[in-house]
């Protein structure tokens, strides 16, 4: 079956502090993979998506960048957070449908 | 730019009642709508979806409309249960293969 994980579930980080967010998919190859932010109490915006490996699109200018290394890893990364990069982080993949990963909580403090 | 907007609302039902959330887009072009439900510190959980040349979908307890000619879309929730309590996102597929998300209505089932 296919599955997706996305890891880890909470991460506290200092202002400054660097930040890798890792998704990985099972069960599927060649899947178009996303990234999504969610503020609190608010709707999903979507940061990256990829549609193979070392292919990243942009779509909001940001402090954070992505990457695929593998056909089914997708790592959200920054340098140095910003107190604006709190919020909760949704991997998501598509085949035929979208399916999204449990999310990450980060708050930088 | 284009967009699918819900006006963020909290919706309050009381259980056994059926529940309607609406969703406004403007993207015309778009071909794909998804329902998804997300409960509290969780990852969005598809509902349903409808293509452009539908405009009726049902699933159990759940139907989506589509009016193309202003551009809406609802969900409707027959029999609204507790564990129906989340919020709720519409979201439309663009040509690019992209989803964009409304903003979501918050869902209160009362006992």
């Known amino acids: 079956s296919q599955t997706i994980h996305q890891w880890p579930a909470t991460l506290v980080q200092p202002v400054g502090s660097p930040l890798s967010l890792e998704c990985t998919v099972e069960g599927t190859s060649n899947p178009n993979l996303y990234w999504y932010r969610q503020a609190a109490g608010r709707g999903l915006q979507l940061l990256f998506y990829?549609?193979?490996?070392?292919?990243i699109s942009s779509e909001v200018p940001q402090n954070l960048s992505a990457s695929r290394p593998q056909d089914r890893q997708f790592i959200l990364s920054s340098k140095k957070l910003l107190l604006s990069d709190s919020g909760f982080y949704l991997c998501?993949?598509?085949?035929?449908?979208?399916?999204f990963g449990s999310g990450t909580r980060l708050t930088v403090v | 730019g284009e967009s699918v907007g819900l006006h963020l609302p909290t919706l309050s039902v009381q259980e056994g009642d059926n529940s309607i959330i609406n969703c406004a887009y403007s993207n015309s072009a778009s071909d794909y709508f998804i329902w998804y439900k997300q409960e509290s510190g969780k990852g969005p959980q598809f509902i349903i979806d409808i293509r452009s040349n539908m405009d009726k979908r049902q699933g159990q307890r759940v139907t989506v409309l589509l009016n193309k000619t202003v551009k809406h879309l609802s969900l409707q929730i027959a029999a609204t249960q507790p564990g129906d309590s989340a919020v709720y996102f519409c979201a439309e597929n663009n040509a690019g293969n992209m989803l964009t998300f409304g903003g979501g209505t918050r869902l209160m089932v009362k006992p």
């Open positions: 990829s549609v193979g490996i070392g292919q």
């Open positions: 998501a993949w598509r085949l035929k449908k979208y399916t």
